[in-house]
């Protein structure tokens, strides 16, 4: 017996054994790897961070020679006229003459003293530190919004399942009270709250199904793809509390610490080198000029040609006297912008330690949220096994089940909803001290597992 099997059918069968396997659920780091290359955002941070890179090697061409050549030639068409010659005879002869001159010269600039370019030459460093903590503080926005955006997908599917699950439950306690109400055990009272609870989950779950749409597209746009599939926070995740366990070292190295701080620290410091810049403009300049060229060109009376070559180095001097006030005018505005920078790092140190209080306070008190949330739900539970069994003997009525089992699942809604907040906000608290990393990811990323 042989087996004959051909590539098209292999294939065939390949296709439909890779489609029953399931694919993979995407999970944070995934996600936020995936939006390292697409997000637009992040991407033109990047290409900033590229251009002000570039300060440093301008400011440093001003401190290194300076060459230039220039040439030029001529097609020269020249006429003489002689009308009297030296014994003062009038003897009106013409003369023409066609000549070509050419020329060239090299001139090399080297700066000995300028103390405007020393200065600029210290204000780009400054300036590429900025760029630098501003480009940091990109990829920390980018690791935020990325989370934002991951948990606001699985809070949205949370808050989908609990409106599903809370409309099953009405719908079942709806078709109890229907029946109860036919045996003549139930008033149709029963009924009408019923289906009025029915009709109100109805509605929220449009709602819920359309908040979750939103979001889902909201992480797309992170990713540039449909994410499918997400992980999801293991029932049992267990969240530290921050260490170290006090606020105030937080708020320390946020004012130290923050990229936001540093960037603008380096701006404030790069407008204090602009007021020195500016003042630069009184001092005088010292160079060493060098120059070399060469003329070709015809001689007296247009007779034979003549080569000239120059050569020379020295010193030049510029001593700025007096340029209408512009150099004072332009250092007084420098002054101004500098207090303007210092002020607004004033105003960033203290938003940056605002932000630490309340992502630690959000860490301490979420975690207390949850513990709380915890207890609820197993007394949410609890209420509602007790309500459904003195319904069944007729010590409770319809609606005391039905606002028994709503609680049940807006517990479960705020106790998703508190745990995701949590984690978010223990990644802005090492954002606000500049800490966060990929790595802070991944450790969150172990709480999570495939749905």
């Given at each position: 017996?042989?087996?004959?099997?051909?590539?098209?059918?292999?294939?065939?069968?390949?296709?439909a054994?890779?489609?029953?396997?399931?694919?993979?659920?995407?999970?944070?780091?995934?996600?936020?790897?995936?939006?390292?290359?697409y997000?637009?955002?992040?991407?033109?941070?990047?290409?900033?961070?590229?251009?002000?890179?570039?300060?440093?090697?301008?400011?440093?061409?001003?401190?290194?020679?300076?060459?230039?050549?220039?040439?030029?030639?001529f097609?020269?068409?020249?006429?003489?006229?002689?009308?009297?010659?030296?014994?003062?005879?009038?003897?009106?002869?013409?003369?023409?003459?066609?000549?070509?001159?050419?020329?060239?010269?090299?001139?090399?600039?080297?700066?000995?003293?300028?103390?405007?370019?020393?200065?600029?030459?210290?204000?780009?460093?400054?300036?590429?530190?900025?760029?630098?903590?501003?480009?940091?503080?990109?990829?920390?926005?980018?690791?935020?919004?990325?989370?934002?955006?991951?948990?606001d997908?699985?809070?949205?599917?949370?808050?989908?399942?609990?409106?599903?699950?809370?409309?099953?439950?009405?719908?079942?306690?709806?078709?109890?009270?229907?029946?109860?109400?036919?045996?003549?055990?139930?008033?149709?009272?029963?009924?009408?709250?019923?289906?009025?609870?029915?009709?109100?989950?109805?509605?929220?779950?449009?709602?819920?199904?359309n908040?979750?749409?939103?979001?889902?597209?909201?992480?797309?746009?992170?990713?540039?793809?449909?994410?499918?599939?997400?992980?999801?926070?293991?029932?049992?995740?267990?969240?530290?509390?921050?260490?170290?366990?006090?606020?105030?070292?937080?708020?320390?190295?946020?004012?130290?610490?923050?990229?936001?701080?540093?960037?603008?620290?380096?701006?404030?410091?790069a407008?204090?080198?602009?007021?020195?810049?500016?003042?630069?403009?009184?001092?005088?300049?010292?160079?060493?000029?060098?120059?070399?060229?060469?003329?070709?060109?015809?001689?007296?009376?247009?007779?034979?040609?003549?080569?000239?070559?120059?050569?020379?180095?020295?010193?030049?001097?510029?001593?700025?006297i007096?340029?209408?006030?512009?150099?004072?005018?332009?250092?007084?505005?420098?002054?101004?912008?500098?207090?303007?920078?210092?002020?607004?790092?004033?105003?960033?140190?203290?938003?940056?330690?605002?932000g630490?209080?309340?992502?630690?306070?959000?860490?301490?008190?979420?975690?207390?949220?949850?513990?709380?949330?915890?207890?609820?739900?197993?007394?949410?539970?609890?209420?509602?096994?007790?309500?459904?069994?003195?319904?069944?003997?007729?010590?409770?009525?319809?609606?005391?089940?039905?606002?028994?089992?709503?609680?049940?699942?807006?517990?479960?809604?705020?106790?998703?909803?508190?745990?995701?907040?949590?984690?978010?906000?223990?990644?802005?608290?090492?954002?606000?001290v500049?800490?966060?990393?990929?790595?802070?990811?991944?450790?969150?990323?172990?709480?999570?597992?495939?749905?």
């Amino acid at each position: 017996m042989s087996l004959r099997f051909s590539a098209g059918r292999f294939s065939f069968v390949l296709a439909a054994v890779l489609s029953a396997v399931p694919a993979c659920a995407a999970d944070l780091v995934q996600v936020y790897r995936e939006a390292l290359s697409y997000d637009a955002q992040y991407a033109a941070a990047r290409a900033n961070a590229e251009a002000g890179r570039e300060k440093l090697p301008q400011a440093l061409a001003g401190l290194l020679p300076t060459i230039a050549a220039t040439g030029n030639t001529f097609a020269n068409d020249a006429s003489f006229d002689t009308r009297i010659n030296s014994l003062g005879i009038n003897t009106n002869t013409s003369t023409r003459n066609r000549f070509n001159s050419n020329a060239y010269n090299v001139n090399l600039t080297q700066p000995l003293f300028r103390w405007q370019n020393f200065a600029q030459y210290g204000q780009s460093k400054l300036l590429v530190m900025q760029t630098e903590a501003t480009f940091a503080q990109a990829g920390q926005d980018l690791i935020l919004r990325v989370a934002q955006a991951y948990f606001d997908v699985l809070v949205a599917i949370e808050n989908l399942r609990a409106v599903q699950a809370n409309k099953t439950a009405i719908a079942q306690q709806l078709e109890q009270a229907k029946k109860n109400f036919e045996v003549g055990t139930a008033t149709i009272t029963d009924s009408y709250e019923s289906q009025s609870r029915f009709d109100l989950a109805t509605a929220q779950e449009i709602a819920a199904d359309n908040e979750l749409e939103v979001r889902r597209y909201a992480l797309r746009v992170l990713i540039g793809r449909d994410p499918g599939e997400l992980s999801r926070l293991k029932p049992k995740a267990v969240m530290e509390p921050p260490q170290p366990a006090s606020m105030d070292p937080w708020v320390e190295a946020a004012e130290r610490d923050s990229f936001v701080v540093q960037a603008q620290q380096a701006a404030a410091e790069a407008a204090g080198k602009a007021v020195e810049i500016n003042r630069a403009g009184h001092y005088p300049t010292l160079d060493v000029v060098a120059n070399y060229g060469q003329n070709n060109g015809p001689g007296q009376s247009g007779l034979g040609e003549i080569d000239t070559t120059t050569r020379q180095v020295g010193l030049q001097l510029n001593i700025p006297i007096f340029q209408g006030g512009a150099v004072n005018s332009r250092t007084r505005e420098a002054i101004a912008r500098r207090d303007a920078e210092l002020a607004t790092l004033a105003k960033e140190k203290r938003n940056s330690a605002l932000g630490a209080r309340q992502s630690y306070l959000g860490v301490v008190n979420g975690l207390a949220e949850i513990r709380a949330l915890e207890a609820a739900l197993v007394s949410s539970l609890s209420s509602l096994e007790s309500n459904r069994l003195g319904y069944e003997v007729g010590v409770r009525i319809n609606i005391d089940v039905l606002n028994a089992e709503n609680q049940v699942y807006v517990t479960r809604r705020d106790l998703a909803r508190a745990r995701f907040n949590t984690l978010l906000a223990q990644l802005k608290l090492k954002a606000a001290v500049g800490s966060l990393a990929e790595t802070d990811l991944e450790q969150i990323n172990r709480l999570f597992e495939a749905p």
